[in-house]
């Protein structure tokens, strides 16, 4: 019963942020960058989507093409399959059985294979991908960047100098264990 009592009063406290970020924007657009796009938008976005210019970026082609399939209410919705990263080059990707786990960095397994599921980090294959820096790639003004890059939401930063001094809001997914090898943790993040 408490749990069902918490989820409604979370549920109608969601309903009331989105009724009042629906009246504050008015006919006003946000525009969210999405690094690590795989799965779908965050609900919280969701419920304001007809307010969102959404650009998504997800370099698994797995997961791209899901994301193609998948409908939206955006104001406009930017999909690329290309990686982000600090620099433009090339890089190595680890694409894993699990479409969301696929990573520059290798799924460290002394780590990972201590919990259920852990199959999903199992190594398909490893290919060489092209790279470029949000700076390079985003003309727009950006409002929010959400970074879920599986360990690169460090090095994807250190290309975004530019389009960092606009944002309003950053949302980065950084560990607090190494999830794959050599990631940079928490502290490294923070701290930069």
Same mark, same amino acid.
């Given at each position: ?88 080059? *090339?890089?190595?990707?680890? =694409?894993?059985? &699990? ?6 960095? +290798? !799924?460290?397994? %002394?780590? $990972? ?53 606009? *944002?309003?809001?950053?949302? =980065?997914?950084? &560990? ?6 050599? +990631? !940079?943790?928490? %502290?490294? $993040?923070?701290?930069?």
């Amino acid at each position: 019963m408490k749990s069902q009592i918490k989820a409604y009063l979370k549920s109608r406290e969601q309903r009331k942020l989105t009724k009042y970020m629906k009246n504050i924007l008015s006919s006003e657009q946000l525009t969210l960058l999405d690094i690590g796009a795989a799965g779908d938008m965050e609900n919280r976005w969701k419920r304001i989507s007809p307010l969102v210019n959404y650009i998504g970026f997800e370099p698994d082609e797995r997961s791209y093409n899901d994301l193609l399939k998948k409908p939206n209410k955006c104001a406009s919705y930017t999909l690329y399959q290309k990686a982000v990263w600090s620099k433009k080059g *090339v890089i190595s990707f680890h =694409l894993t059985r &699990g479409w969301q786990q696929s990573s520059h960095y +290798q !799924p460290n397994h %002394n780590f $990972v294979d201590n919990f259920p599921k852990r199959d999903r980090f199992d190594l398909i294959k490893k290919i060489e991908m092209e790279t470029d820096t949000i700076d390079n790639l985003v003309d727009a003004k950006i409002d929010f960047i959400k970074i879920d890059a599986q360990g690169g939401e460090l090095e994807i930063l250190k290309g975004a100098n530019k389009t960092l001094d606009h *944002v309003m809001g950053l949302e =980065l997914e950084v &560990g607090l264990h190494a999830i794959y090898l050599n +990631q !940079p943790m928490f %502290n490294n $993040v923070v701290n930069v």
